[in-house]
């Protein structure tokens, strides 16, 4: 454990463990609240989060921990099921929907109204509820006075778990599409709802939508990803923003779009971590989270001067150079500082692409071939860290060796990277489709290379994502990729390398015929990378990031632990590559706070592919989600496949119920979805 539990928290608290909030069509949202005791004669502000993922069971025990904290700090806690998840009212359709956020809303008001209430309302939230804190503020609530997005992201099409770089996410959108459609197929809690439990998980059961149909049908930035993609009009959010983020998860870049974009009060904090919540964030140092959410909710919610606005826009961990490792307990580095961003600390340096060098222009007009294999050489590790012993990938030498590379000069002085890196590159290609990846790594002196960022490029969106167009073989295109934010300190001794690929599978889906790439050099290709000149002195540290702390948990019982583990298998005579995944989202839990609650899951993802053959890419994802309580047990399973051919994605799902042994319930899908060039 990363953090301390304080029992000795500055005021006591009681718990609400289920409560009802009406909205305007007649439907009930499940709530969870933690309120100071004396919170009806002495009102208190309100701190809203709005997630589908079960107050009662699977994420009580972090709830706890969390708005336990800050409750006893002076605030009423409201954890609310989103519509048709939990012990919620109605059904859940898809991600982000505008009746969600049209709830959310709702659910404000009914917080701000509440005798308990100062009338002021934050609203916060990791991932899901990253998003919606956002999306729900661009409503404009009158009550809503402040907003904590972590783990988020502005641009649902650019910055999400379905597409990257205009291509088909392969390593996530199916994985995340199984995922939904078991969590949400999960009953209410008979506790809660009472004996209409049944009726409730069997409307839900009916009313399941498989997400990866209307996800893989708007392959381009449309109207479906317009909305909920509060980068359209930042403008419309009306109060402070603080955007949280990490190294090491997938929704870095929009911590430094937002602070870039947005015109109100905004701050941003990116520090070492995965997918998690700072406090126990992996990789270390985890910090004083939860203490940093009370400065910003102490000032914008109570009125009292904490400081945190007297800080700089920016803190980040500042990244030092390391061996590549699959993962890392604590990642070395420091905290460091911007006063805003973009930065005047921060400067593009143009490296040109020269024949297989950075920074050495080759002849005018030279050109260098490349095809890259389908078959990965190592594992790419994780987009999104979530504390497992796979997260990062490993020495890229294996993977150099099938790419295109151009390596830079020895650094003779230490080199600062922060922000994103942007290659603007000259190519043709022999195809009408295509796609360009590309790596930055750090080279030591004896050869071993770390990846330092990456990134990603349906090169038919060379113009728009809007509306993508072919490629004319042969024809030279400019082509803008930009790879993912990062903090990076390059030593002295060490070298840059840019590795450039055409197929990075199992990440991409790949493109529908194998491409032969030109990349043109000689001044033509340019990588453009931000460095950061240090200051000569910087802020300290705030003194509450040393000391993480949580509120005491449920005291839950593991009844097993998570499978966990990738691997890889390559059969020489066949030319198939298999990666199997076996993702450590959650043990098998009791809650004996919830009247001995349990819940457990068993998931396992597939990828594989044929090298030489595009079309024989195939994913498979299954999930095991077991929830019950003495006799009530109930079981989900859903698994999908995703294949394709040259010209349509096709998609079978399968879900199934369980009460006890006995299957109540099973439900099929059928998608043939047409490609449009990806």
Known sequence: ??????????????????????????????????????????????????IPYRKNDVYAEGDERRHGYVAAHGYACVRVDLRGSGDSDGLLEDEYLPLEQQDGVEAIAWIASQPWCSGKVGMLGLSWG??????????APPALKAVISLGSTDDRYEDDIHYIG????????????????????????????????????????????????????HQHYDAYWKQGSVCEDLSAIMCPIYMVGAWQDGYTNSVMRVLENYSGPCKGLIGPWGHQNPYFGVPGPAIGYLQETLRWWDYWLKGIDTGV???????????DAVKPAATYPIRAGRWATEPQWPSPNVQLHSVVLGERVLGTAGAAGSTLLHRSNLVPTGDAGNWAGWGHTTEFPLDQRPEDGQSLCFDGPVVDAEMEILGQPLLCACVRVD??????????????????????????????????????????????????????AISYVVPAGHRLRLALQTSYWPWVWPSPEMVELQVLTGGESVLELPVR??????LPVPAHFARPEAAP????????????????????????????????????LR?????????????????????????????????????????????????????????????????????????????????RIPRKLV
Not at 309 to 319: D, I, K, S
Not at 460 to 467: A, L, M, V
Not at 565 to 572: F, I, K
Request: net charge negative.
């Open 1 to 50: 454990m990363l953090y301390e539990t304080r029992t000795d928290l500055p005021r006591q608290t009681r718990v609400v463990k289920n409560t009802w909030i009406p909205l305007a069509d007649g439907t009930r949202l499940a709530a969870r609240i933690w309120l100071p005791l004396d919170a009806e004669q002495n009102p208190v502000p309100g701190i809203l989060e709005y």
């Open 130 to 139: 990253g998003f919606n804190a956002l999306q729900v503020a661009s409503h």
């Open 166 to 217: 205009g291509c088909v996410f392969a390593r996530y959108m199916l994985m995340w599409s199984t995922s939904v459609l078991a969590y949400m197929a999960r009953p209410p809690d008979p506790v809660n709802v009472g004996h209409d439990w049944r009726k409730m998980w069997f409307q839900r059961l009916e009313g399941s939508v498989d997400c990866i149909a209307p996800w893989l049908s």
């Open 309 to 319: 606005m007297a800080e700089p826009q920016l803190r980040f961990y500042r990244q």
């Open 431 to 484: 195809r009408p489709s295509a796609l360009l990846a590309a790596r930055l790594c750090d080279v030591a002196p004896d050869g071993t290379s770390t990846l330092i960022t990456r990134g990603f490029l349906n090169l038919t969106h060379h113009r728009n994502r809007e509306s993508p167009e072919p490629l004319v073989p042969g024809e030279t295109v400019s082509a803008n990729l930009r790879l993912k």
């Open 533 to 538: 000149k240090t200051p000569a002195e910087e």
């Open 553 to 588: 948990g449920l005291g839950v019982e593991v009844l097993h632990q998570p499978t966990g583990g990738r691997s890889s298998v390559y059969d020489a005579a066949t030319g198939r590559h298999v990666t199997t995944d076996f993702p450590a989202f959650f043990a098998g």
């Open 591 to 671: 809650l004996p706070d919830h009247g001995g609650i349990t819940f457990g899951e068993v998931d396992r993802d597939d990828w594989e592919i044929v090298e030489g053959d595009p079309l024989s890419a195939r994913v498979s994802c299954k999930r095991t989600l077991d929830l019950g309580r003495g006799e009530w047990q109930t079981r989900i399973e859903a698994l999908s496949v995703m294949t394709c051919t040259h010209d349509t994605f096709l998609v079978s799902t399968t879900l199934e119920a369980f009460e006890g042994n006995v299957r109540v319930f099973t439900r099929s899908w059928d998608h």
